[in-house]
């Protein structure tokens, strides 16, 4: 069974049963017997996190950049972690850079940016775009990262950001405009 699919199920069934338990139908559960329920659904959360990090270093590009999509919308700081460890490797493939930006993206944290801000920097136009758009999903672009890529080489990065500065407004930008 994946993996994915087995702390889901594991998911569903704690939560049928303390529904059931909570219906009044028979006693409530006591205090240890929640507490023990916790801690298994928390040791499969984190094996299941475990699991996809150790994904990132397969051979299979496919199987990375599904790991990463499965961190990054796990919302957790913890999931970050491991996309964070991939990307301070040098030597990553620009198709799994993209997705790691993306995971960040989808992650919802802070955290990310620092690593955003270094792949918005990448020499690959397609890495820079994804990061520089993974920032706007995370609400952290900054005028300056606009100016950045509106004066990107590459057609991609620098219409994006021309069109984001077209929309605010930003004194320095008009000569770019």
């Avoid at 599904?66 to 999931?79: F, H, I, K, S, Y």
Wanted: proline share 7%; charged share 20%; glycine share 4%.
């Amino acid at each position: 069974m994946p993996p994915m699919r087995r702390f889901l199920l594991l998911a569903v069934c704690s939560c049928s049963l303390l529904a059931s338990a909570l219906s009044g139908a028979e006693a409530l559960p006591t205090d240890g017997e929640l507490l023990a329920a916790a801690r298994a659904a928390s040791m499969t959360y984190q094996n299941h996190v475990a699991e996809l990090a150790t994904q990132l270093e397969r051979p299979e590009s496919e199987a990375r950049i599904e790991a990463m999509r499965t961190l990054g919308r796990l919302q957790d700081p913890q999931a970050l972690v491991p996309i964070l460890l991939f990307l301070e490797q040098p030597t990553r493939p620009a198709t799994d850079l993209i997705a790691a930006a993306l995971a960040l993206g989808t992650s919802s944290q802070q955290a990310a940016i620092p690593a955003l801000r270094k792949l918005g920097v990448h020499s690959d136009p397609d890495v820079r775009l994804a990061a520089y758009n993974a920032l706007g999903s995370l609400n952290s672009t900054t005028a300056g990262d606009h100016t950045q890529r509106a004066k990107d080489d590459s057609e991609p990065p620098h219409l994006a950001a021309l069109t984001n500065l077209g929309t605010i407004k930003q004194a320095d930008a008009a000569p770019l405009l």
